[in-house]
């Protein structure tokens, strides 16, 4: 049998509006990492962005499913583009209480006015509506208890402060 009548079929219910509209998916809360900084080391203009690089020191990790810390040694690559647009590049680790270290890739972008980006530069406290910080967080977990967060897409909102960055992390259902 031949595939052009399920076709023809398939199209005219679309030109029907029969088809179901798309379903937007969910964000479900699931942990913040409250991610403690060092000062930035400056590296200087790089094709067209500022670049520098903010060492990570710790923190923590607070969740129903997954709480711990944030071992230091890992660092945010960031390259601060005119116009306010910053892309970001973090990899670290986090520890959860029972000792199991995940491994974590946090790319994303912030956008704000370049006043705002300038303040947040310097280290100020900004209010977290006067600028877009998203990441893109995806997670190398050791197989066992936390394979969850191989198998799951996430959203991370950020929150700049002067000595930390608060990043909220959502599974997207």
Do not use: C
């Amino acid at each position: 049998m031949s595939s052009l009548p399920l076709m023809l079929a398939a199209i005219a219910s679309v030109a029907a509006g029969v088809a179901d509209a798309p379903v937007a998916p969910q964000l479900t809360p699931v942990f913040t990492l409250r991610v403690e900084i060092a000062a930035p080391v400056e590296q200087g203009e790089i094709d067209g962005g500022r670049r520098r690089f903010i060492p990570i020191t710790g923190g923590t990790v607070t969740g129903a499913r997954i709480s711990g810390t944030v071992l230091p040694g890992g660092g945010d690559w960031q390259t601060i583009y005119p116009g306010g647009f910053t892309r970001v590049e973090a990899r670290y680790f986090l520890k959860a209480a029972d000792g199991t270290v995940v491994g974590i890739h946090n790319p994303g972008v912030r956008v704000a006015s370049q006043a705002v980006t300038d303040r947040i530069a310097r280290g100020e406290r900004v209010d977290p509506e006067a600028y877009y910080f998203r990441t893109a967080p995806v997670f190398d977990p050791p197989p066992g208890k936390y394979q969850w967060l191989r198998e799951k897409t996430f959203a991370g909102r950020g929150i700049r402060m002067p000595d930390h960055v608060l990043i909220e992390i959502f599974a997207v259902e």
